[in-house]
């Protein structure tokens, strides 16, 4: 599902910032693939609009690219589809909950870290489990392409692993009794048990990543200025307004944190 912004023309990033690549400057626009079922990185609003912290980015990157009143053309990508969308040449980049994997950095160009996350695991309310490990045979959702996937298949390789297209499918399948948990990264499934009380979150984290942007690869202009432009964001405080604005609830303070790479666990 994509949702199309176009770009206004002209004008120029801040003067600390690199150039920008003469290839985006004749395209006019940004174009950032994102995820659209994931709150609060990504999600649509009520008018079926991209918004988010992802998406907030991407058209913060376009600001700094063509000036104030630019916003970035936002394609909803999956974590199935989103590398072939960038290598695919639909997308510039992509600020899509994307960890920073070997296996993807042999196909595409990771920019600098801008959060962390660890794994968890969601159960519904009235379930009887407590840990990952009593989950052991028993059927669990994933979101096609998620880290926690490989996790599982070493870790705890007797769980019947369902993979689904995305966050949404997850809930649908544990709510309809069809798996008995859904496991992925930790900030998302706090923000779902925040708003949905038949959810609970196993006390329980696990493999800690590190989530990056993606460039195609060889193309070292735009990968420094989109690190430029993503150290610059932090420097205003931007991550803090932006959860502000699309994960303002009582657990806020504890998704910010992983938006603080000095909080990142050594371990």
Same mark, same amino acid.
């Given at each position: 599902?994509?949702?199309?912004?176009?770009?206004?023309?002209?004008?120029?990033?801040? $003067? !600390?910032?690199?150039? @920008? *690549? /003469?290839?985006?400057?004749?395209?006019?626009?940004?174009?950032?693939?994102?995820?659209?079922?994931?709150?609060?990185?990504?999600?649509?609003?009520?008018?079926?609009?991209?918004?988010?912290?992802? @998406? %907030?980015?991407?058209?913060?990157?376009?600001? =700094?690219?063509?000036? !104030?009143?630019?916003?970035?053309?936002?394609?909803?990508?999956? /974590?199935?589809?989103?590398? *072939?969308?960038?290598?695919?040449?639909?997308?510039?980049? #992509?600020?899509?909950?994307?960890?920073?994997? *070997?296996?993807?950095?042999?196909?595409?160009?990771?920019? !600098?870290?801008?959060?962390?996350?660890? $794994?968890?695991?969601?159960?519904?309310?009235?379930?009887?489990?407590?840990?990952?490990? !009593?989950?052991?045979?028993?059927?669990?959702?994933? @979101?096609?392409?998620? @880290?926690?996937?490989? =996790?599982?298949?070493? /870790?705890?390789?007797?769980?019947?692993?369902? $993979?689904?297209?995305?966050?949404?499918?997850?809930?649908?399948?544990?709510? $309809?009794?069809?798996?008995?948990? =859904?496991?992925?990264?930790?900030?998302? #499934?706090?923000?779902?048990?925040?708003?949905?009380? +038949?959810?609970?979150?196993?006390?329980?984290?696990?493999?800690?990543?590190?989530?990056?942007?993606?460039?195609?690869?060889?193309?070292?202009?735009? #990968? %420094?200025?989109?690190?430029? /432009?993503?150290? +610059?964001?932090?420097?205003?405080?931007?991550?803090?307004?932006?959860?502000?604005? =699309? %994960?303002?609830?009582?657990?806020?303070?504890?998704? #910010?944190?992983?938006?603080?790479?000095?909080?990142?666990?050594?371990?």
């Amino acid at each position: 599902m994509c949702f199309a912004m176009a770009g206004s023309s002209g004008a120029a990033h801040a $003067q !600390e910032l690199p150039r @920008v *690549p /003469s290839a985006i400057q004749e395209q006019g626009k940004v174009r950032v693939g994102t995820k659209c079922d994931y709150p609060p990185e990504g999600y649509l609003d009520n008018a079926g609009t991209p918004v988010g912290v992802e @998406v %907030a980015m991407g058209h913060q990157i376009a600001k =700094y690219s063509f000036g !104030e009143n630019a916003v970035a053309e936002i394609v909803c990508v999956t /974590s199935a589809n989103r590398v *072939p969308a960038l290598l695919g040449n639909k997308v510039d980049l #992509l600020i899509a909950t994307m960890a920073i994997d *070997p296996e993807r950095a042999k196909v595409v160009d990771f920019t !600098e870290p801008y959060a962390w996350a660890s $794994q968890g695991v969601v159960v519904r309310a009235d379930s009887p489990y407590k840990t990952v490990s !009593e989950l052991d045979g028993k059927p669990v959702a994933f @979101v096609k392409g998620a @880290v926690a996937i490989t =996790y599982f298949k070493e /870790s705890h390789p007797t769980v019947e692993q369902l $993979q689904l297209d995305g966050v949404s499918d997850s809930i649908q399948a544990l709510m $309809q009794n069809r798996v008995e948990a =859904y496991a992925h990264d930790t900030p998302v #499934l706090l923000s779902l048990v925040s708003k949905n009380a +038949k959810l609970r979150l196993l006390n329980e984290n696990f493999k800690v990543t590190q989530r990056a942007a993606a460039v195609r690869p060889g193309e070292k202009e735009w #990968l %420094a200025f989109v690190n430029a /432009s993503l150290a +610059k964001m932090a420097k205003e405080g931007r991550f803090r307004e932006w959860f502000t604005a =699309y %994960a303002n609830d009582a657990d806020m303070e504890t998704k #910010l944190n992983f938006w603080d790479m000095s909080k990142k666990p050594t371990k």
